[in-house]
Nanobody, 128 residues
Framework: QVQLVESGGGLVQAGGSLRLSCAAS????????TGWFRQAPGKERELVAA????????YYADSVKGRFTISRDSAKNTVYLQMNSLKPEDTAVYYC?????????????????????WGQGTQVTVSS
């Protein structure tokens, strides 16, 4: 089992930045990929970014490319999502996820139904 705990959400003005953190505990030896999904009210949960265990494979949704960066601090078992140039449409609950399937740069990652482990979510609100 892997437990994931997110932090770092909040309220920010458009154009601002936030950094989300996802701390893993339990079976952290890997190798599992970690990523971030988000879900806005009335919408389906969508993949934002994902990072392979080795760090050599990443995926970003088109809507966040060039603005968001996913990274990992292996010593801290923590994955980060740096979000810059935030827009009101980025408002959502952001969920950290872990799965043993690696992400692919062009094809993405597994679907939400296939994810092995989820965090509890953290709210990000971007005001205009």
């Amino acid at each position: 089992q892997v437990q994931l705990v997110e932090s770092g959400g909040g309220l920010v003005q458009a154009g601002g930045s936030l950094r989300l953190s996802c701390a893993a505990s339990g079976r952290t030896a890997g190798p599992y990929a970690t990523g971030w999904f988000r879900q806005a009210p009335g919408k389906e949960r969508e993949l934002v970014a994902a990072l392979s265990w080795s760090g050599d494979s990443t995926y970003y949704a088109d809507s966040v490319k060039g603005r968001f960066t996913i990274s990992r601090d292996s010593a801290k078992n923590t994955v980060y999502l740096q979000m810059n140039s935030l827009k009101p449409e980025d408002t959502a609950v952001y969920y950290c996820a872990a799965d043993y399937s690696p992400p692919r740069k062009t094809t993405g990652w597994v679907t939400p139904n296939e994810i092995d482990y989820w965090g509890q979510g953290t709210q990000v609100t971007v005001s205009s």
